[in-house]
């Protein structure tokens, strides 16, 4: 049974339209992220399904109610926002109570389900404090907390983790990912991170433009990336792209684009593949991680291209080196693990990954 | 800033010496002038003081600048309930209560009425708010010429015609404008958000207002308090058109009195009379300082 | 991201719901109406009344711009508007000017920045009305300044303005400025405080003397304070009423009358309601002469920097 179906979705805001016709659905359990650049329409979307904006037209359903026209509250729904919006001049507790109280539960049930939440989310040494006196971290569990205590059919995040600072947020990831596989609630979560993204998600909606360019799980996404713009979109680095053309003069088709020093690459195609393509042009789309430095024990597989290319900037991050190459006029990062990181300067011999290797359309952007 | 540049040259002893001369030399220029201009400011607020305590012969005598050379207290009841103001011998005391019936209610309505205008203008906001912010802001600078006549004809038609009533109603309008002002721009800067999050709880118009927006804003209602207030107790157009008489608020019964200029000028009950006058607006300000000037800024460079 | 979306009208089914959505907009409308009457009634009916042949009590005989003529015929109007052109170039000017050097002195990191702040800060919270009466003693030549200067040993001493038809206009101009030159301190003030330290700071590095910061960083990032003041100060200079009334009551003579006063005197004491309406239109449109520029320059501004940004 799907909590969450959306079809055809669209907002405009006078002349401007920022959603283009959305279709999404949400399983029961399921957690679904929006991601996208900012203005791609992610959180206004949230903002539709929280009943928060007005839909020009199209339709929402929660459960199998329409809620086109439903007030925010009542449709049973919880929302954690980026900024976290607790009321400044209410303690934690206070806060957790305050929708409670709006709705009329009786004062032993709400003292019952703040202590429930307020044991989950370890916040109970906080309870009599006001926001004011919390630091990032907490102010966002207690965030959560008040959406929690809500037991609600939706639960709604707007880039909740955004406001905290890059070791917090990683850890509050993997909390967020364990209370909801203990919780199990049906959730709609807004980042423009797409690691969180990938890390947190069952399905994830990649979003552009107002309209949603890809609805899928993560490794479709991130593997069968549905056009250029969500291949660019998600992993960093960004996947490289390389204006190319399909050549069949060795017999078997192959990949050929210009080389720095004058000559031409000449990667061959992967079976799958060479049957889909029609035209002569395309563009290779190749993960930094795709590349490594060519052994005996790679060389020879099947679906392994080789090739080389002058290395122009080394970057150790330790864990693994970025290394910028030039293919042609082009630079194009590779990923490697330090012990077969190249040097500056090095003609680096290379192995592609053909098998991984995307092949998209020039004119329709579309992975082919 | 001062400080920084003058003391980093200090390097060889006697570019230390020069320059903490030069130093002591600019304080004393700027202590000197500051206290020149503080003497230009408490002069005229001594005056008053002093010869409301001073007797009349003494006045005559060495001046209205003088240090006093006796103390007596009679100038104050004496203004307060026996000075003749237009033939009423009741002093001071009448229009003063006057004022007072009549700031505290402008006060309270125009301030309220400002908050829900602003709250309503920032965080519910409708196609059209922002033209009927415009209008509204078109109020503070209306002049109040331009409001006389239709102000008499009105309050004549409903009866309110000088009455303390009727300006009641004018001061509430006339400052509509400010307390809107005001208060919507404080509320812009509440994050819209925390509406959301409310509405989402499930808290309505009303229980938003009280429970999230009223609590954290008492800076601005304090703000806003004061600048009504003042503007009320000092304004004298109004006052002195609109009623007569009895009716007439302070600043008008000031007037009337200092431009009494048949008889001898008994500057001592004058001036216990414009202290009395002077007083509230003085007791806000040394109280309520700081929420003073922000009003005062706030609302110049809007 | 974008929330320029309407919120009052969001969400909700049913009628009580229905209703609810409107209630911002009813809560809202008593004020809607009451400004509109303020603002656009009352300024076409005084236009109207302009245009009439009222005298003592509002009448409706139309009378085209009669009124007009006769008002710019008047010669007390024409004291009152050169009045108030030679009152507003030195009030607005002299309030700054002293205001700003206040600041600028506040400004030096001195001790009980707030008590001096105070001292010069507190006319703004009494009426003009007050000040006026107070200043009215001051500058009586036989008690006030001229009596103590005299009394000091001075005897040929002269300053009696408030009894001079010449000079009258500078006792008026002399105390606004003393009045209000707390407040353009306190703008400037707030101006000075709110540049960048760290311009500051790299100035000072760059080894700039006191002098050459203000004059070169400080004072002129805040040049649209100095636009807001003299344009607040503007205002205020056209609208000026209480002060002259208590000060000198447009005496001696006719010689410090200004247009406000002329209009409550039209208006209150002879009679002419119509022309003391022409006149308080003419008000009206000086003050729109200021302002309409300055909002429209205020946009442009706003329209330029969220353009950069």
Redesign the interface.
């Known amino acids: 049974m799907a909590s969450l179906t959306i079809r055809n979705l669209r907002k405009s805001?006078g002349a401007v339209e920022?959603l283009k016709g959305v279709d999404l659905e949400a399983r029961t359990g399921e957690f679904i992220a929006l991601v996208g650049p900012?203005?791609c329409?992610?959180?206004?979307l949230l903002?539709m399904i929280?009943?928060?904006?007005?839909v020009t037209s199209g339709e929402i359903y929660i459960g199998d109610r329409l809620v086109n026209?439903?007030?925010?509250?009542d449709r049973d729904?919880?929302?954690v926002?980026?900024?976290?919006?607790l009321?400044?001049?209410?303690t934690v507790k206070e806060n957790m109570a305050?929708?409670m109280e709006?709705?009329g539960v009786p004062k032993a049930e709400q003292e019952q389900t703040i202590a429930r939440v307020a044991a989950l989310l370890q916040i109970e040494p906080f309870l009599k404090r006001k926001p004011g006196q919390l630091s990032g971290g907490q102010r966002q569990r207690v965030a959560m907390g008040?959406a929690l205590v809500r037991d609600p059919a939706l639960f709604l995040f707007d880039e909740p983790l955004s406001n905290l600072d890059a070791k917090l947020r990683v850890d509050m990831r993997t909390e967020m990912k364990k209370l909801h596989q203990r919780v199990g609630k049906t959730t709609v979560y807004v980042t423009h991170d797409q690691v969180e993204a990938m890390t947190l998600a069952s399905r994830i909606a990649v979003m552009h433009q107002g309209e949603v360019q890809q609805f899928a799980d993560p490794d479709t996404i991130y593997n069968r990336p549905a056009n250029i713009f969500v291949a660019g979109f998600m992993g960093s680095p960004s996947m490289n792209f390389i204006n190319a053309e399909i050549s069949t003069a060795g017999g078997a088709p192959a990949v050929t684009f210009p080389l720095a020093d004058g000559g031409v690459a000449s990667l061959p195609l992967h079976d799958g593949v060479a049957q889909r393509v029609t035209d002569k042009k395309v563009i290779l789309g190749i993960r930094p991680e795709h590349l490594s430095r060519q052994d005996p024990g790679n060389a020879g597989k099947p679906g392994v291209a080789t090739m080389s290319a002058p290395v122009e900037v080394v970057e150790p991050t330790g864990a693994e080196t970025m290394a910028v190459m030039k293919f042609g006029e082009l630079e194009v990062v590779g990923r490697f693990s330090p012990d077969e990181a190249p040097r500056m300067g090095e003609n680096m011999p290379l192995a592609v990954d053909m098998t991984r290797a995307c092949l998209f359309d020039p004119a329709t952007t579309r992975l082919i | 800033m001062a400080e920084a540049t003058l003391n980093s040259s200090g390097v060889v002893d006697h570019e230390a010496s020069v320059a903490s001369r030069r130093r002591l030399i600019s304080r004393i220029v700027i202590y000197g002038l500051l206290s020149g201009f503080a003497l230009i400011y408490l002069i005229p607020l001594c005056v008053v003081v002093f010869n409301s305590f001073r007797t009349l012969p003494e006045i005559s005598a060495h001046g209205l600048i003088a240090f006093p050379q006796s103390f007596r207290l009679d100038a104050w009841p004496q203004a307060w309930s026996d000075f003749c103001i237009g033939g009423q011998c009741e002093g001071i005391q009448r229009y003063f209560w006057n004022s007072v019936a009549m700031v505290v209610p402008a006060t309270i309505i125009s301030t309220a009425l400002g908050a829900i205008n602003g709250y309503v203008l920032s965080k519910w906001k409708f196609p059209g708010s922002d033209i009927v912010f415009g209008m509204m802001l078109l109020g503070v600078f209306m002049p109040g010429q331009i409001a006389l006549l239709p102000w008499a004809f009105i309050l004549g038609k409903i009866g309110l015609a000088n009455s303390v009533y009727g300006l009641i109603l004018v001061h509430c309008i006339q400052g509509l404008s400010f307390t809107t002002l005001f208060c919507r721009n404080y509320f812009v800067g509440i994050p819209d958000d925390l509406v959301k999050a409310a509405r989402i709880d499930g808290a309505g118009f009303w229980r938003i207002f009280y429970k999230i927006i009223l609590p954290i804003s008492p800076p601005i209602l304090i703000v806003t308090v004061i600048w009504q207030f003042t503007g009320i107790w000092n304004e004298y157009l109004f006052g002195v058109v609109l009623n007569s008489g009895a009716n007439q608020p302070i600043t008008s019964a000031l007037v009337a009195l200092s431009l009494n200029g048949t008889t001898v000028r008994t500057y001592d009950v004058m001036s216990a009379a414009v202290l009395i006058g002077a007083l509230p607006p003085l007791l806000v300000y040394f109280f309520g300082g700081k929420y003073f000037v922000r009003g005062l800024t706030q609302g110049a460079i809007k | 991201m974008s929330s320029a979306g309407y919120t009052a009208m969001a969400g909700g089914t049913g009628l009580w719901e229905k209703l609810k959505r409107w209630v911002p907009i009813f809560v809202i409308t008593p004020s809607i109406i009451a400004s509109f009457v303020y603002v656009f009634v009352f300024a076409g009916w005084t236009l109207y009344i302009s245009l009439s042949d009222s005298t003592l009590l509002p009448t409706y005989g139309f009378k085209g711009l009669e009124n007009y003529f006769s008002l710019w015929a008047n010669r007390r109007w024409g004291v009152a508007y050169s009045n108030l052109f030679f009152f507003s170039t030195f009030y607005v000017l002299a309030a700054m000017a002293v205001g700003l050097v206040l600041a600028l002195l506040l400004d030096q990191k001195i001790r009980a920045e707030s008590f001096w702040r105070t001292m010069y800060m507190y006319p703004l919270a009494v009426s003009f009305i007050v000040t006026g009466t107070v200043w009215q003693w001051l500058y009586n030549p036989t008690g006030g300044i001229q009596f103590l200067v005299n009394s000091l040993g001075w005897t040929d001493f002269q300053f009696a303005l408030t009894s001079d038809r010449k000079n009258a206009i500078w006792a008026i101009i002399l105390t606004g400025i003393w009045q209000s030159a707390g407040f353009t301190m306190a703008l400037f003030l707030a101006g000075l405080r709110s540049v960048d330290g760290d311009i500051i700071k790299a100035a000072s590095i760059d080894g700039a003397s006191t002098f050459r910061i203000y004059r070169k960083v400080i004072l002129p990032s805040i040049t649209p304070i100095f636009l807001a003041v003299a344009v607040v100060q503007l205002q205020a200079a056209i609208k000026t009423f209480d002060l002259a009334v208590a000060l000198t009551n447009s005496g001696p003579g006719i010689s410090t009358t200004f247009p406000a006063t002329y209009v409550y005197d039209l208006m209150f004491q002879r009679g002419q309601i119509g022309e003391g309406a022409a006149a308080a239109m003419m008000i009206l449109a000086a003050l729109a002469v200021v302002l309409v520029p300055y909002s429209l320059y205020l946009a442009w501004r706003r329209r330029r920097e969220s353009g950069r940004g």
């Open positions: 805001f920022v900012s203005g329409g992610k959180s206004t903002a929280a009943g928060l904006e007005t026209s439903v007030a925010p509250k729904i919880a929302m926002f980026q900024s976290y919006a009321y400044p001049t209410m305050f929708g709006s709705r008040r």
